[in-house]
Nanobody, 126 residues
Framework: QVQLVESGGGLVQAGGSLRLSCTASARTLSNYAVGWFRQAPGKEREFVAA????????YYQDSVKGRFTISRDNAKNTVDLQMNSLKPEDTGVYYCARARTQPWGTPAAIYDYDNWGQGTQVTVSS
């Protein structure tokens, strides 16, 4: 099973920026759509953004549109999430995951993904 690893989390003040990165143990991300999800304390895991296998299509949760940007570098086997204008409500553990099927798509449902990373904590202080 492919292992995904997230990095780049941390503590930032409201209005600040962070860049998260996701990479895989095997060179397989380029053949799949990849999504970012987050989970706040006491809440269910929710979709944040997704990108298709060649990067031609992206899809965002409404609350992050215009603030977050998902991108990928298949040569480096990485998918990044640039987060700007961060708000306290963006706090949570952020996970990347590889889509099961439809690499050309940008699925938003948790069940569309397998091979989840362990997550990276993002904390936004007010």
């Amino acid at each position: 099973q492919v292992q995904l690893v997230e990095s780049g989390g941390g503590l930032v003040q409201a209005g600040g920026s962070l860049r998260l990165s996701c990479t895989a143990s095997a060179r397989t991300l380029s053949n799949y759509a990849v999504g970012w999800f987050r989970q706040a304390p006491g809440k269910e895991r929710e979709f944040v953004a997704a990108i298709s296998w060649r990067g031609a299509s992206t899809y965002y949760q409404d609350s992050v549109k215009g603030r977050f940007t998902i991108s990928r570098d298949n040569a480096k086997n990485t998918v990044d999430l640039q987060m700007n204008s961060l708000k306290p409500e963006d706090t949570g553990v952020y996970y990347c995951a590889r889509a099961r099927t439809q690499p050309w798509g940008t699925p938003a449902a948790i069940y569309d993904y397998d091979n989840w990373g362990q997550g990276t904590q993002v904390t936004v202080s007010s």
